[in-house]
């Protein structure tokens, strides 16, 4: 049997993966992506039997960073090796086709998958002025995408550009960038924003779709609601200091130094949707914050362009309700105050 035919299954047995390393990695993964514990067993069977899911991916206006962290994995854990198990089909900075054997091999990946394959898309999608600004093979991003999506069976907008546009939408957006999700309609799509997005989100989001052959529950952005779910302030580990109503002032002041709260250098990790504060970066070693820096938003719509910029609190971006919810989260009760950020995001 050729590599190409085995399945999943068989494909980690060769690699030295036992059937309950495929379990245990199954229990985690119900875990990961909130399902009932009960269902790692038949998450485990149905992945042991899976057949290389076919995936196209295509580069829009983007920076390459979405593809970069995605492609980083410092140990070959199950995750990692979906990646492999997967079969990408496409994908023009990978691939050693160029020019137009790039471009057949598109075409006869696309008839072959039919209905099937899942269409990964990356980078946002210029519409201004006809889409001129982003071609490939001299076609427009926009009309690859109105293309490619019907035959897709869902599509992955990963990053924040895909999801939602991003930086190439950034004020005052000179190539009319937008998401996916502003050109296609009646097709699944999971966003999977951030920038770049968290490499355990997508694998997630990609075992889920190989396990049950749909996608996983999404929030109101279409983003995985186990993954986005929470803020990044309802799990940081400075929350502690939030609510005592210790603040740095500054990058190096003591309070830094003692790891206090980011909130009025402009962190704004209460009104950000995203899993860097639980399955954090580099296989789980650290996150922006962690790092001593605040979240500036990346993973959410129009973060580029937040009020008042990246350093300047919420409280001073957004008014009197951000400097209430300050007070009284520096008067111990920021309970109450977390639910008044959750609140103004509505
Ligand atoms: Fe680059 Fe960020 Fe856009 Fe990804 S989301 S392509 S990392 S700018
Ligand atoms: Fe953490 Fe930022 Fe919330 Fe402070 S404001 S607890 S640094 S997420
Ligand atoms: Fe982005 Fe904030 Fe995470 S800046 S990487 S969402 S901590």
Excluded at 109 to 126: H, R
Excluded at 157 to 179: D, E, F, L, M, R
Excluded at 273 to 294: D, L, M, R
Aim: charged share 20%; with cysteine; net charge neutral.
């Amino acid at each position: 049997m050729s590599a190409r035919d085995e399945n999943l299954g068989e494909m980690l047995a060769r690699r030295g993966f036992s059937r309950r390393a495929l379990l245990k990695f199954s229990i985690a993964m119900t875990s990961s992506l909130a399902l009932p514990p009960g269902l790692a067993p038949a998450m485990a069977e149905n992945l042991a039997q899976a057949r290389r899911q076919s995936v196209i991916w295509l580069s829009f206006q983007e920076c390459t960073g979405c593809l970069e962290t995605l492609l980083r994995s410092a140990s070959p854990t199950i995750a990692s090796l979906i990646f492999d198990f997967i079969s990408l089909d496409y994908q023009e900075s990978l691939m050693a086709a160029a020019g137009g054997a790039a471009e057949l091999t598109l075409r006869q990946a696309v008839a072959a998958n039919k209905g099937k394959y899942l269409l990964a898309i990356d980078g946002s999608v210029p519409v201004a002025d006809g889409g001129v600004y982003s071609l490939t093979g001299g076609k427009s991003n926009v009309s690859m995408l109105q293309e490619f999506a019907p035959d897709a069976a869902a599509i992955l907008a990963i990053g924040s550009c895909a999801a939602y546009g991003g930086i190439p939408k950034a004020y005052p957006n000179p190539t009319g960038a937008v998401g996916v999700e502003d050109v296609i309609a009646n097709k699944p799509i999971v966003n999977i924003p951030g920038c770049p997005p968290i490499p355990e989100v997508l694998s997630g989001v990609l075992v889920y779709f190989v396990s049950f052959g749909k996608l996983p529950e999404l929030d109101d952005k279409k983003r995985p609601l186990a993954y986005f779910g929470t803020t990044i302030h309802d799990q940081c580990y400075r929350r502690p200091f939030y609510d005592q109503g210790k603040f740095a002032k500054s990058f190096d002041d003591e309070g830094a130094r003692q790891g206090w709260c980011l909130f009025e250098l402009g962190c704004k990790g209460p009104t950000t949707h995203n899993a860097c504060a639980s399955v954090k970066w580099n296989e789980n070693t650290s996150f922006p914050i962690e790092s001593g820096h605040g979240c500036l938003g990346c993973s959410e719509p129009d973060f580029w362009d937040a009020p008042g910029g990246f350093y300047t609190s919420l409280a001073g971006a957004d008014g009197p309700g951000w400097e209430a919810a300050g007070i009284a989260a520096a008067a111990g009760v920021a309970l109450g105050a977390a639910a008044a950020f959750r609140a103004r995001r509505k």
